[in-house]
């Protein structure tokens, strides 16, 4: 089968030619319908090869839904044909973590050598993918993989994120996101969807203000460093209830903190290794900053709701497997409005 595959540290992905994958014990062959480009992938391959994690050649794609195509000796409760996307952040399944449905903080993972598909394991960038176990598949129940296979990460980890400070979000706040593209562009829709709040949405592209406009911000605004005071205007001095950084560089992260009321979340999701130092006269009194990763199943299966109820909708472009080095290149400058989604198989 073909796949895109990161192969050498600093080197461009490529397409190629790799065995095709036959579903072992308890594990579950997708063909795949579509496959989402995450800037992460991005970062992964400017990672330097002194601490790089996985093993190379690495087949790309964190994103992935398709139709079974063969099940492994044992799988039950899923059939050939059936039409599921993929949850990605898969854990043990059994550790204290696992157990509250949290797999993306598995304790265990590492130890146990479980990556997700894309980053470790064998990506969704290919016509087949081989998951491991049935249970990191979640029924499509109609949505249209192609828009839907970015609510995967690009949903699901937004989602989480907001979902944490919703509580904050009431009447009268204001969210503010930062990074209006693949989950930013997402985040304006979530919030919109879950919160009376005011969103207001950051980005250095004019193109990408237009498109947080398009999806429901109250306002978009140029990110530069008169950003925080701009949205201290707008909240009359107060600052936002909801600061959601999805650049997660230096700049952004201090602007983050500067732009936080008293009591606010910041909540760091880009992994671009901006830091954002707490403390008194650092903050506002009792800000809280975290940096999620992913999402549960659970809340994927909710974003998925979301989505078939037309609360949300991602914006894709579309390209064919061959194509998928010039996602990459467009999504590396900037130029991918919404999700670039990868169709394997036409
Ligand atoms: P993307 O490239 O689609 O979107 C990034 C957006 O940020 C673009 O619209 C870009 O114009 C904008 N931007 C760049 N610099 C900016 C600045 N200084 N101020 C405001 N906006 C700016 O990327 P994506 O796929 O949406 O990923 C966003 C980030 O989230 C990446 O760092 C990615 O690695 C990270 N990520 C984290 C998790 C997690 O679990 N924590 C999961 C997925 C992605
Ligand atoms: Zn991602
Ligand atoms: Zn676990």
Not at 185 to 208: C, F, G, M, N, T
Not at 331 to 338: E, F, I, M
Request: glycine share 12%; charged share 20%.
């Amino acid at each position: 089968m073909k796949a895109v595959q990161y192969r050498e540290i600093g080197a461009a992905p490529e397409v190629v030619t790799v065995p095709d994958p036959e579903p072992g014990p308890g594990q579950v062959l997708l063909k795949v319908s579509a496959a989402g480009v995450c800037h992460s992938d991005i970062a992964v391959m400017e990672w330097p090869a002194e601490n790089f994690p996985y093993r190379l050649p690495l087949t790309l794609g964190h994103e992935g839904a398709g139709v079974v195509a063969a099940i492994g000796a044992g799988v039950t409760g899923i059939f050939e044909g059936d039409p599921v996307a993929v949850y990605g952040p898969q854990g043990c399944g059994r550790c204290a973590k696992c157990s509250q449905g949290k797999e993306n903080y598995c304790t265990r993972a590492a130890e146990l050598g479980i990556f997700p598909p894309g980053l470790g394991a064998p990506g969704a960038i290919a016509e087949y993918l081989l998951v491991d176990d049935a249970r990191f598949l979640v029924p499509l129940h109609g949505l249209d993989p192609v828009t839907s296979v970015p609510l995967t990460d690009a949903g699901l980890t937004p989602y989480h994120a907001i979902k944490r400070s919703l509580p904050k979000l009431v009447p009268g706040s204001t969210a503010v996101v930062i990074g209006s593209g693949g989950l930013g562009h997402v985040a304006i829709q979530l919030l919109r969807a879950l919160s009376p709040a005011r969103v207001v949405a950051l980005d250095v592209a004019e193109p990408k203000l237009e498109l947080a406009r398009s999806v429901g911000a109250h306002e978009a605004l140029l990110s530069d460093d008169r950003a925080p005071g701009k949205v201290r205007e707008l909240t009359g001095g107060l600052g936002a209830e909801a600061v959601f950084d999805f650049v997660g560089a230096q700049p952004t992260v201090t602007a983050a903190g500067a732009m936080a009321a008293v009591e606010a979340d910041v909540t760091i999701v880009g992994i671009a290794g901006g830091a954002l130092p707490v403390g008194i006269g650092t903050t506002a009194f009792e800000v809280t900053v975290s940096a999620p990763y992913w999402g549960s199943r659970a809340e994927l299966v909710e974003v998925l709701d979301l989505a078939r109820a037309g609360a949300i909708e991602v914006a894709v472009e579309t390209y064919g497997l061959d194509e998928a080095p010039r996602a990459y290149e467009r999504l590396h400058r900037g130029q991918v409005q919404g999700r670039a989604v990868i169709l394997p198989n036409g």
